[in-house]
């Protein structure tokens, strides 16, 4: 039940990242590998700030601003110095390192919850009502998973989020429009980033530190969760596929945690994570092909 309760929380503050992936890689039609640096940035943020007797409720605001802050300077390689997508995400990931040590001072800064050296989160006050650890985190992430869907779903359904959608189908059409593309750009990664900064300073108060590696493989965890959300639901609906992105992300931690029970070592994990993508990935080509074979049987009879 533990193990149950563990992946499911991690799944909510994940799918939190996986939500910013998905504007990007479904919205901009580019994976932005910035967010394996902007999820560090906002874990390193709120846990140093928190550490040092700060609020955990204004640390984790000024993650989701150096999150968005990270998209910024994205969006800026890429619209205004002309750089490819993918190369100014990894130079902002790259950057990110070294600015992490920077407000951390260290690889590593630990926010114990217990102890004479506790420290105060986001989630103490439902510990403080009777709740456990677990169920704080399922809680507290829940709520924030809702106000997120909540927010983006009218942002999105406004004239300057539709013309963020319509930037990322056809730029030249919405160009041809008056629109300036490159300011739509540049805000959906300003927003996308600032969700994955979330997600990391919420991730970081669960699990007790905040580490200057615990962003490798971000990426690859949000697509898991985008592209398990996309063949397990094909929801149409810019409504319903935020929902859908939560429950990818679960049930994406959930497989996790079933493989790792099951004996899976941990070193193991990140080819696991690749192999997942991949099979993820080709499912739809797999289920092309045999509508095709199954046709071409019926054609022959």
Same mark, same amino acid.
């Given at each position: 039940?533990?193990?149950?309760?563990?992946?499911?929380?991690?799944?909510?503050?994940?799918?939190?990242?996986?939500?910013?992936?998905?504007?990007?890689?479904?919205?901009?039609?580019?994976?932005?590998?910035?967010?394996?640096?902007?999820?560090?940035?906002?874990?390193?943020?709120?846990?140093?700030?928190?550490?040092?007797?700060?609020?955990?409720?204004?640390?984790?605001?000024?993650?989701?601003?150096?999150?968005?802050?990270?998209?910024?300077?994205?969006?800026?390689?890429?619209?205004?110095?002309?750089?490819?997508?993918?190369?100014?995400?990894?130079?902002?990931?790259?950057?990110?390192?070294?600015?992490?040590?920077?407000?951390?001072?260290?690889?590593?800064?630990?926010?114990?919850?217990?102890?004479?050296?506790?420290?105060?989160?986001?989630?103490?006050?439902?510990?403080?009502?009777?709740?456990?650890?677990?169920?704080?985190?399922?809680? $507290?992430? /829940?709520? +924030? %998973?809702?106000? =997120? &869907?909540?927010? *983006?779903?009218?942002?999105?359904?406004?004239? #300057? !989020?539709?013309?963020?959608?319509?930037?990322?189908?056809?730029?030249?059409?919405?160009?041809?429009?008056?629109?300036?593309?490159?300011?739509?750009?540049?805000?959906?990664?300003?927003?996308?980033?600032?969700?994955?900064?979330?997600?990391?300073?919420?991730?970081?108060?669960?699990?007790?530190?905040?580490?200057?590696?615990?962003?490798?493989?971000?990426?690859?965890?949000?697509?898991?969760?985008?592209?398990?959300?996309?063949?397990?639901?094909?929801?149409?609906?810019?409504?319903?596929? $935020?929902? /859908?992105? +939560? %429950?990818?992300? =679960? &049930?994406?931690? *959930?497989?996790?945690?079933?493989?790792?029970? #099951? !004996?899976?070592?941990?070193?193991?994990?990140?080819?696991?994570?690749?192999?997942?993508?991949?099979?993820?990935?080709?499912?739809?080509?797999?289920?092309?092909?045999?509508?095709?074979?199954?046709?071409?049987?019926?054609?022959?009879?």
């Amino acid at each position: 039940m533990l193990i149950l309760q563990g992946a499911i929380s991690l799944g909510l503050l994940w799918s939190l990242m996986a939500i910013g992936v998905y504007l990007t890689f479904r919205i901009l039609g580019v994976p932005d590998l910035s967010v394996e640096g902007t999820i560090i940035l906002g874990a390193a943020m709120a846990a140093s700030m928190i550490s040092q007797g700060g609020n955990p409720f204004v640390a984790t605001l000024l993650a989701i601003l150096v999150g968005c802050a990270g998209g910024l300077t994205t969006g800026i390689l890429q619209t205004k110095l002309r750089i490819p997508p993918i190369l100014s995400g990894i130079l902002t990931m790259v950057a990110s390192y070294s600015i992490v040590i920077r407000i951390m001072g260290t690889s590593n800064v630990p926010l114990p919850p217990h102890g004479p050296q506790r420290v105060i989160s986001v989630y103490t006050f439902l510990q403080e009502m009777g709740l456990s650890r677990h169920v704080s985190i399922i809680s $507290l992430g /829940s709520f +924030v %998973a809702l106000i =997120v &869907i909540v927010l *983006l779903f009218w942002f999105f359904s406004t004239e #300057l !989020g539709s013309a963020i959608r319509a930037t990322g189908n056809n730029r030249q059409m919405v160009k041809a429009q008056g629109v300036n593309t490159d300011a739509m750009i540049i805000l959906c990664l300003m927003i996308s980033n600032g969700m994955v900064g979330l997600s990391g300073a919420l991730v970081a108060q669960s699990q007790g530190f905040a580490s200057v590696d615990m962003g490798v493989g971000t990426i690859v965890i949000g697509l898991a969760s985008v592209i398990i959300a996309e063949v397990l639901f094909r929801v149409r609906s810019f409504w319903a596929r $935020l929902v /859908s992105l +939560v %429950a990818g992300a =679960v &049930i994406y931690r *959930l497989i996790i945690a079933l493989v790792l029970g #099951l !004996g899976m070592l941990p070193a193991d994990l990140r080819l696991f994570q690749a192999i997942t993508v991949v099979i993820a990935l080709t499912l739809p080509l797999i289920h092309e092909k045999i509508l095709k074979l199954i046709e071409k049987n019926k054609s022959r009879r």
